[in-house]
């Protein structure tokens, strides 16, 4: 982390101006370095050259990372631009819109984009590069720094992003976040038009369950965060909402939702007397909102094992919350067997998948020791007390459910 004056230089014109030179510098980073160590001191320069790398790897996350400015462990919490923009547009219906606990801005950046915003953190250096980056983007909105108290916020919306970190190690223990859950109520309480980013696997207390929207919101197949939405946020007290987005960052806002599962959590899962010709695996998002039972129910599919979310059927499914497998052969998981039949079908490009079982995927890769051009997937899972693979390949098809 660098310091808040620091970060006021690298903003500033000068800051900006070495970053420009440095981009254009080549040779070892021990060289390049030794090049800026002829001008700048040892803080500034570790400060430009990280900044340097900070926004390669940020390009993941947001499309302008070139000319915004990050620190580590807040562009690592930082919603990313697709997300951000998916969840700004909840609040376009609110004039002036206060993002709390705000970091560099992730949620920031989008939410000012229609709304006259207000970002708050506690951390002076990220407030100041969270300001950077909505004037880099021409954004109107300010940044102040401050410890969140209920009283402060003058909104007609909020946005939240509560510390999981406040001991130096993430948890999902909502008790342990900062603020508080008791301040957080004391802020619904005088503004009840909010949401609250948490981790997929945090619980809440039954009474925000009872009064919020819950929603939990994948990218690229990986569930990102959940969102808790309350008051006119909201669209329907006790729902719970997966949705998928688009990989893409630069995917038009009429195409970024690929898919919504949404319904009461917890619908049972019919049991598979077999297993089908195709087996289909939910996202991550609609496992971890436990809405698996909707898309079964939707597909006329069942789960192979209870408990476990590998489900199938006879036909195949082209559902974007679902990825669809089409069974080639299944046996129980024995190493040598296994490979065997992968290498009389050369077999030697694996991706290798498990649910409910110790196997770890590269290990068994070791184990099988298969070469051959042609691809297919392992999923590893419990059948009746043991462990069964199942070889498949991905099928792309039509639905072809009647």
């Keep these: 982390m660098i310091d808040a004056d620091t970060c006021e230089w690298l903003v500033g014109d000068g800051g900006r101006a070495w970053l420009a030179r440095a981009a254009e510098l080549t040779g070892t980073a021990v060289q390049r370095a030794a090049r800026l160590r002829r001008e700048l001191s040892a803080e500034r320069t570790a400060a430009v050259l990280g900044q340097l790398e900070l926004r390669e790897r940020a390009r993941a996350k947001f499309l302008a990372a070139d000319r915004l400015f990050f620190q580590a462990v807040p562009l690592e919490q930082a919603t990313d631009q697709a997300i951000a923009e998916y969840k700004a547009r909840r609040f376009d219906r609110f004039d002036r819109v206060s993002d709390l606990c705000c970091g560099i801005g992730g949620d920031l950046m989008s939410l000012a984009t229609k709304s006259q915003t207000i970002g708050l953190d506690r951390d002076p250096a990220v407030t100041v590069f969270a300001q950077a980056n909505l004037n880099a983007l ?49 802020l619904f309480a005088r503004h009840p038009h909010g949401a609250i980013k948490l981790a997929p696997a945090t619980d809440l207390p039954l009474a925000w369950s009872t009064a919020a929207e819950r929603e939990w919101i994948s990218r690229a197949g990986e569930c990102k965060q959940q969102v808790v939405w309350f008051g006119d946020l909201s669209q329907g007290a006790g729902q719970v909402r997966a949705t998928l987005l688009a990989r893409a960052l630069d995917t038009p806002a009429d195409r970024a939702v690929l898919a919504t599962v949404a319904g009461p959590p917890s619908m049972e899962l019919p049991h598979a007397a077999a297993i089908g010709r195709y087996v289909l695996e939910p996202d991550a998002a609609v496992l971890a909102a436990d809405l698996a039972g909707h898309l079964a129910k939707q597909h006329s599919l069942a789960a192979i094992t209870p408990g476990i979310a590998y489900l199938t ?28 039949w992968l290498k009389e079908r050369h077999i030697g490009r694996l991706e290798i998948k498990k649910r409910g079982v110790t196997e770890d995927p590269a290990k068994v890769r070791k184990l099988l020791r298969v070469d051959g051009d042609n691809a297919a997937t392992i999923l590893l899972l419990p059948v009746a007390r043991s462990v069964t693979a199942i070889i498949a390949r991905r099928t792309a098809a039509r639905d072809e459910q009647p």
């Design 313 to 340: 059927g006879d036909y195949a499914v082209a559902d974007p919350a679902l990825a669809c497998f089409e069974v080639l052969e299944s046996m129980p998981y024995r190493p040598a067997r296994l490979a065997a």
């Design 138 to 186: 021409g954004r109107p909105g300010q940044v102040a720094t401050m410890d969140f108290t209920p009283e402060a916020v003058a909104a007609d919306a909020w946005h939240i992003d509560p510390d999981r970190r406040p001991a130096g190690r993430r948890t999902t223990h909502l008790e342990i976040h900062e603020p508080r859950p008791d301040l957080i109520e004391q």
